[in-house]
């Protein structure tokens, strides 16, 4: 894999939004490996142990830049600077629960964050390809058993799902009225694209309220692993996945801009559908420490949607793209992340992984 994108990304300017959180980070040390000129765009990280501090990441890109996406015009000074030619938006506020206290700030940065983004682009000509991040909870959620597909409609109960319905919204419109495929080459050279992946896992998430996080932190402390929704069950993917669906997505953006505009799922198979319980019982047994207490019916209740499948038929038939690990080698991943980081050099722990999944 890593050898397969290697002359796509070389030497092109690349710039990501949310680079100093998880799946930013992450994408930043691809990206970087693959011997792109990666510019990167975010808020401070939250925490000493992320991924973006530990591996060093910042240290290593073209431009590691602070800055909110909620000012239009500073970012549009900043498209005109660095004139990227790719872009991964994934600077958001992720947290469902955290929307619920921040609904009007989850807006803001999902929503308007968003569009300020696609007006940059639009305020340069150097664009040519543009990835926006959202996720599979921006379709309404009928809790139906077959997977979503990209043409479902969007909702989304809870401020953070829907304001990334809102986004694929807005996405769309800005795709039909400034990038419309049918007029490339003669109004724009841009190709604009949506990824909707579901819940991540991987190396250096310190997230408030996602499962994995939860179970180190508690680990880590030496207290029991509580779980709210133990039979919840949930798509899981290894954060490299997603990103492995990204990136190629924008490769075939770029190489075929009329054929990819539009919204891509990157989700997992039935096979890596489990129940919050399964994947915390193999992360203990990988982890070799750890014990797990049912809190089901304790605390505070938000609505949470009880299951999410997406329908992966199109990333599969148009882009080739199919999800590499089992489950088991999804929480090994990310188990060896947690053992490893204290001692060893982080940056090289990922490119490992990275190595790693690019021979699967
Ligand atoms: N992690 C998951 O399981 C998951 C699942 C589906 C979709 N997503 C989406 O993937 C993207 C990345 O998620 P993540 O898990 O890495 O989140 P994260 O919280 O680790 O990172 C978010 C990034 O956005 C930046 N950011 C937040 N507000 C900003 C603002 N106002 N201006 C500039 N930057 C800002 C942060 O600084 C950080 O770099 C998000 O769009 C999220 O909705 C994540």
Same mark, same amino acid.
């Given at each position: 894999?890593?050898?397969?994108?290697?002359?796509?990304?070389?030497?092109?300017?690349?710039?990501?939004?949310?680079?100093?959180?998880?799946?930013?980070?992450?994408?930043?040390?691809?990206?970087?490996?693959?011997?792109?000129?990666?510019?990167?765009?975010? =808020? @401070?990280?939250?925490?000493?142990?992320?991924?973006?501090?530990?591996?060093?990441?910042?240290?290593?890109?073209?431009?590691?830049?602070?800055?909110?996406?909620?000012?239009?015009?500073?970012?549009?000074?900043?498209?005109?600077?660095?004139?990227? $030619?790719?872009?991964?938006?994934?600077?958001?506020?992720?947290?469902?629960?955290?929307?619920? @206290? #921040?609904?009007?700030?989850?807006?803001?940065?999902?929503?308007?964050?968003?569009?300020?983004?696609?007006?940059?682009?639009?305020?340069?000509?150097?664009?040519?390809?543009?990835?926006?991040?959202?996720?599979?909870?921006?379709?309404?959620?009928? $809790?139906?058993?077959?997977?979503?597909? @990209?043409?479902?409609?969007?909702?989304?109960?809870?401020?953070?799902?829907?304001?990334?319905?809102?986004?694929? #919204?807005?996405?769309?419109?800005?795709?039909?009225?400034?990038?419309?495929?049918?007029?490339?080459?003669?109004?724009?050279?841009?190709?604009?694209?949506?990824?909707?992946?579901?819940?991540?896992?991987?190396?250096?998430?310190?997230?408030?309220?996602?499962? #994995?996080?939860?179970?180190?932190?508690?680990?880590?402390?030496?207290?029991?692993?509580?779980?709210?929704?133990?039979?919840?069950?949930?798509?899981?993917?290894?954060?490299?996945?997603?990103?492995?669906?990204?990136?190629?997505?924008?490769?075939?953006?770029?190489?075929?801009?009329?054929?990819?505009?539009?919204?891509?799922?990157?989700?997992?198979?039935?096979?890596?559908?489990?129940?919050?319980?399964?994947?915390?019982?193999?992360?203990?047994?990988?982890?070799?420490?750890?014990?797990?207490?049912?809190?089901?019916?304790?605390?505070?209740?938000?609505?949470?949607?009880?299951? =999410?499948?997406?329908?992966?038929?199109?990333?599969?038939?148009?882009?080739?793209?199919?999800?590499?690990?089992?489950?088991?080698?999804?929480?090994?991943?990310?188990?060896?992340?947690?053992?490893?980081?204290?001692?060893?050099?982080?940056?090289?722990?990922?490119?490992?992984?990275?190595?790693?999944?690019?021979?699967?």
């Amino acid at each position: 894999m890593l050898s397969h994108f290697n002359e796509f990304y070389r030497g092109k300017t690349v710039l990501v939004t949310g680079h100093t959180g998880f799946k930013g980070s992450w994408l930043c040390i691809w990206l970087k490996e693959l011997g792109a000129r990666v510019i990167g765009i975010g =808020l @401070e990280p939250l925490t000493e142990r992320d991924n973006f501090i530990l591996s060093g990441i910042g240290g290593k890109i073209d431009a590691d830049i602070r800055a909110d996406i909620r000012d239009a015009e500073k970012l549009k000074e900043l498209f005109r600077l660095y004139r990227p $030619e790719i872009v991964f938006h994934l600077a958001a506020q992720p947290l469902v629960r955290l929307s619920y @206290e #921040i609904p009007v700030q989850t807006y803001e940065v999902n929503v308007m964050g968003t569009i300020h983004v696609m007006e940059a682009i639009r305020s340069v000509d150097s664009v040519r390809a543009a990835l926006m991040i959202t996720t599979d909870k921006c379709y309404e959620n009928k $809790e139906q058993l077959t997977g979503y597909k @990209e043409n479902d409609p969007m909702g989304g109960y809870d401020p953070y799902s829907s304001s990334k319905g809102s986004c694929e #919204i807005a996405i769309q419109s800005w795709r039909r009225s400034f990038f419309n495929p049918g007029e490339y080459g003669v109004r724009h050279h841009m190709c604009l694209a949506s990824a909707r992946a579901g819940n991540v896992v991987g190396g250096g998430d310190w997230a408030k309220d996602r499962i #994995i996080p939860d179970c180190i932190r508690s680990v880590e402390a030496g207290r029991p692993i509580e779980l709210r929704s133990p039979q919840a069950i949930r798509p899981w993917q290894h954060v490299l996945e997603a990103l492995s669906g990204y990136l190629l997505l924008v490769k075939k953006m770029w190489e075929s801009p009329r054929e990819y505009s539009g919204g891509w799922n990157f989700g997992p198979t039935t096979a890596t559908v489990a129940t919050v319980l399964d994947i915390t019982s193999k992360l203990v047994s990988e982890l070799g420490t750890g014990t797990i207490t049912d809190v089901s019916g304790a605390g505070e209740v938000f609505h949470e949607a009880r299951l =999410l499948q997406l329908d992966i038929t199109k990333a599969r038939t148009e882009l080739g793209w199919s999800p590499r690990l089992t489950l088991d080698e999804t929480i090994s991943l990310v188990a060896d992340w947690y053992k490893r980081y204290k001692e060893e050099d982080v940056y090289r722990i990922c490119v490992e992984q990275i190595t790693c999944f690019g021979r699967l």
